[in-house]
């Protein structure tokens, strides 16, 4: 069974720093890999989606990483600000099964 | 992106009613859509998978009777929490998942819809 790890589970930074989101997964039989960001008492918003096929993907100040053999996944954030703080969330696709999700990493960013 | 819509966006019920969750994707049609839930600081939990014409596929521990799921259409599935209870307060999040195109087999979520009983 597919299980989805996030490490750190919390993480306090002070704005300008890069840092670094872990997440592995035990099955490397996936379709694609998704990060999300949650705010507290909202939804999920899709940060960046990456097929199988794929090492990486950027988005602005992000970028996600994955290596599928390892069972690996890393989301960077360049240049952090207040703005993010928020749960981020991995989540693994395996073809015909809905999203595995980890528990998340809640990040804090201070001005 | 699609987009996914969820009705109610909150609810607060007493104690032994039964309360209706839609989830509907408005752009796209789809085959599939799931159900999850979320506890306070936890992470999504799945309930069921629901396929349109077919009965849902529940996850284990999920009690089939107590969260009834239809998939009428192929932009319409409902959660319906019967004879709710306090400890049935969660966040409820729906999923559409793309069958075509571009987007085969990515998964769109709903804003999700907080339910309170009292």
Same mark, same amino acid.
């Given at each position: 069974?597919?299980?989805?790890?996030?490490?750190?589970?919390?993480?306090?930074?002070?704005? *300008?720093? %890069?840092?670094?989101?872990?997440?592995? +997964?035990?099955?490397?039989?996936?379709?694609?890999?998704?990060? +999300?960001?949650?705010?507290? *008492?909202? *939804?999920?918003?899709?940060?960046?989606?990456?097929? $199988?096929?794929?090492?990486?993907?950027?988005? /602005?100040?992000? %970028?996600?990483?994955?290596?599928?053999?390892? /069972?690996?996944?890393?989301?960077?954030?360049?240049? $952090?600000?207040? *703005?993010?703080?928020?749960?981020?969330?991995?989540?693994?696709?395996?073809? /015909?099964?809905?999203?595995? +999700?980890?528990? /998340?990493?809640?990040? $804090?960013?201070?001005? | 992106?699609?987009?996914?819509?969820?009705?109610?966006?909150?609810?607060?019920?007493?104690? =032994?009613?039964?309360?209706?969750?839609?989830?509907?994707?408005?752009?796209?049609?789809?085959?599939?859509?799931?159900?999850?839930?979320?506890?306070?600081?936890?992470?999504?939990?799945?309930?069921?998978?629901?396929?349109? =014409?077919?009965?849902?596929?529940?996850?284990?521990?999920?009690?089939?009777?107590?969260?009834?799921?239809?998939?009428?259409?192929?932009?319409?599935?409902?959660?319906?929490?019967?004879?709710?209870?306090?400890?049935?307060?969660?966040?409820?999040?729906?999923?559409?998942?793309?069958?075509? =195109?571009?987007?085969?087999?990515?998964?769109?979520?709903?804003? =999700?819809?907080?339910?309170?009983?009292?």
């Amino acid at each position: 069974k597919q299980e989805v790890t996030q490490i750190p589970a919390a993480l306090s930074v002070p704005e *300008g720093e %890069n840092l670094v989101l872990n997440c592995s +997964f035990t099955d490397s039989a996936i379709y694609n890999l998704q990060w +999300f960001r949650q705010d507290p *008492g909202k *939804g999920l918003t899709s940060l960046l989606l990456i097929q $199988s096929s794929q090492r990486e993907q950027t988005s /602005g100040r992000l %970028n996600a990483s994955l290596d599928k053999s390892s /069972g690996r996944s890393t989301l960077y954030i360049a240049a $952090s600000q207040p *703005g993010d703080s928020a749960t981020y969330l991995c989540a693994v696709n395996q073809a /015909g099964t809905a999203l595995i +999700f980890g528990k /998340g990493t809640t990040l $804090s960013v201070s001005s | 992106g699609a987009v996914v819509s969820q009705h109610p966006s909150w609810v607060i019920c007493k104690s =032994g009613t039964s309360v209706k969750i839609e989830c509907r994707s408005l752009d796209f049609q789809a085959t599939t859509m799931f159900w999850y839930r979320q506890f306070p600081k936890q992470s999504l939990m799945l309930m069921a998978t629901s396929n349109e =014409g077919s009965k849902a596929t529940y996850e284990q521990g999920v009690e089939k009777d107590k969260f009834l799921i239809n998939h009428a259409s192929l932009t319409l599935s409902t959660l319906t929490v019967t004879s709710a209870h306090p400890e049935d307060s969660s966040f409820y999040i729906c999923s559409a998942r793309v069958d075509t =195109g571009v987007s085969y087999n990515e998964q769109f979520f709903g804003p =999700g819809t907080r339910l309170t009983v009292l």
